[in-house]
């Protein structure tokens, strides 16, 4: 029995050996294990076994040589004889009904920008010079008439209400008096809508311009080349409705025509201002090719 000193020597130790690269017959030989039958057999299994020999599975005859379908040249060959490696790419052809609806609105071709009239109307013509061309003009969205009917509608029923109330009572004198004043609120709504009729939004490939009034006219106007500033604005109902406020900047100074409310599709609008402002040419060359096109 050793000292506490010594080492201890494992038992078998001296019997292993250390791998031969040459020797096929190498395994782990271990003494201790000779009694036990599992793995005695689990080394002649591993030892002698087909497993990994160098025809058990990846040999070029086991699926993977050129004759079996995996070459170069035939990569991508498959059981009807496709070979990818020889084609050529073909660009896709689309047909008419294909595009047909890839357009704005359904239907093909560029967005048409064109003035809702040819000709200014005579309200309008007056205030345009001879060299200036005409763009189009614009009536205010019918949401700038809502006061003045709300105040109609409510009158009419609040004063019928109450002529109703004061005939029942025999006091003839106050019925003439609400029917004058339900007249005068219905005169004052009739008022409005004129107005609203005869004020116009106008654009020039020169300036912008704001006509209205019906004894009393009102011209304001701003050339394009003044302004430094454009946006217009639109609330959840304005966005329903289709109508916004245009706000024009020129400088930092205060215009007459600085703010407009309820123009109608102010997006489109916007694009009609912002293209004369900043391609003219391009508008020039689109409407004269419109109007060759309508010639022809």
Do not use: C
Not at 16 to 22: A, F, I, N, S
């Amino acid at each position: 029995m050793g000292g506490p000193a010594e080492p201890h020597e494992p038992r078998g130790e001296g019997t292993r050996r250390p791998r031969d690269d040459d020797d096929e017959s190498f395994g782990f030989d271990d003494p201790a294990f000779d009694g036990d039958p599992d793995f005695v057999r689990r080394r002649r299994a591993y030892a002698d076994g087909p497993g990994y020999s160098p025809d058990a599975g990846y040999s070029p005859d086991a699926g993977y040589s050129e004759d079996a379908g995996y070459s170069r040249g035939t990569a991508y060959a498959d059981s009807a004889g496709h070979d990818d490696s020889t084609d050529e790419y073909e660009a896709p052809v689309f047909t008419e009904e294909e595009l047909e609806g890839l357009g704005p609105e359904g239907g093909a071709g560029p967005r048409r920008v064109l003035p809702l009239e040819d000709e200014p109307t005579t309200l309008v013509a007056r205030y345009l010079f001879p060299t200036e061309r005409y763009r189009g003009e614009w009536k205010r969205h019918w949401i700038h008439l809502s006061g003045p009917l709300g105040i109609g509608a409510g009158a009419t029923l609040a004063l019928g209400y109450l002529a109703g109330f004061l005939t029942r009572q025999d006091i003839n004198g106050l019925v003439t008096v609400a029917v004058l004043l339900w007249l005068g609120v219905i005169s004052w709504v009739a008022w409005k809508v004129f107005d609203w009729y005869f004020d116009r939004f106008i654009l020039t490939n020169k300036r912008v311009m704001v006509v209205n009034g019906i004894i009393t006219r009102r011209v304001a106007m701003m050339p394009l080349l003044r302004v430094t500033d454009m946006k217009y604005e639109q609330s959840a109902l304005g966005r329903l409705l289709s109508y916004g406020t245009f706000v024009l900047e020129s400088a930092g100074q205060d215009q007459a025509l600085r703010e407009v409310k309820h123009l109608p599709n102010p997006n489109e609008l916007y694009l009609r201002v912002v293209e004369e402002m900043y391609e003219p040419q391009a508008v020039e060359a689109r409407l004269g090719k419109d109007s060759d096109g309508d010639d022809a």
